[in-house]
């Protein structure tokens, strides 16, 4: 004899899908909200990098005015010419100061 199996509960499987269908529902109005978010800010954003990429090629075609280059002068000089010279005098100060260490002791 074959084993019987008990009746299906139609009702509490349509409950059950009932339930699941709401939750899907939710959950997609929650990825449709956030899609719809992304794209809000992929507009804002390209309507951004439209407008600075138009003011680049506006300052790129700008004509630049054509100035004589100034004499350069010793208080003109950039600070890559004055760090030998700081760390050089440093190192001379840090031996003169070590010296007389030396000859006190």
Not at 10 to 19: L, V
Not at 25 to 53: F, N, P, S, Y
Request: aromatic letters at 6%; hydrophobic letters at 40%; proline letters at 9%.
């Amino acid at each position: 004899m074959t084993k019987q199996t008990p009746p299906m509960d139609w009702e509490a499987a349509m409950k059950a899908t009932e339930e699941n269908a709401e939750v899907a529902a939710k959950m997609t109005e929650r990825a449709v909200a956030a899609l719809a978010e992304a794209l809000d800010h992929l507009r804002r954003h390209g309507q951004q990098l439209a407008r600075v990429e138009a003011s680049m090629k506006q300052a790129l075609t700008r004509p630049t005015p054509s100035a004589p280059n100034p004499c350069p002068s010793s208080r003109d000089e950039s600070p890559s010419y004055r760090r030998p010279l700081f760390l050089t005098s440093g190192i001379f100060l840090v031996g003169v100061a070590f010296g007389v260490f030396i000859a006190n002791w």
